[in-house]
């Protein structure tokens, strides 16, 4: 069900997923989209928009939350 959500977010922005990383039980999906204005450099990499995803909630970040 979260990923239907978040594709549903991704979709319009045509970003690309850089990176993912789980801490704490929190799973953190990194992109890019040259669609997007700002970015910020994560481990080198363009990330513009930032999704968490935990057992009760999906959060979504512009560029990084």
Do not use: C, M, Q
Request: proline content about 5%.
């Amino acid at each position: 069900k979260n990923f239907n959500y978040i594709s549903n977010i991704i979709k319009p922005t045509d970003a690309t997923l850089i990176k993912t990383e789980k801490v704490n039980g929190i799973t953190s999906y990194y992109y890019y989209s040259k669609n997007l204005p700002r970015s910020v450099k994560v481990d080198n990499e363009l990330i513009n928009l930032h999704v968490a995803v935990s057992t009760t909630a999906v959060t979504v970040g512009y560029p990084l939350i």
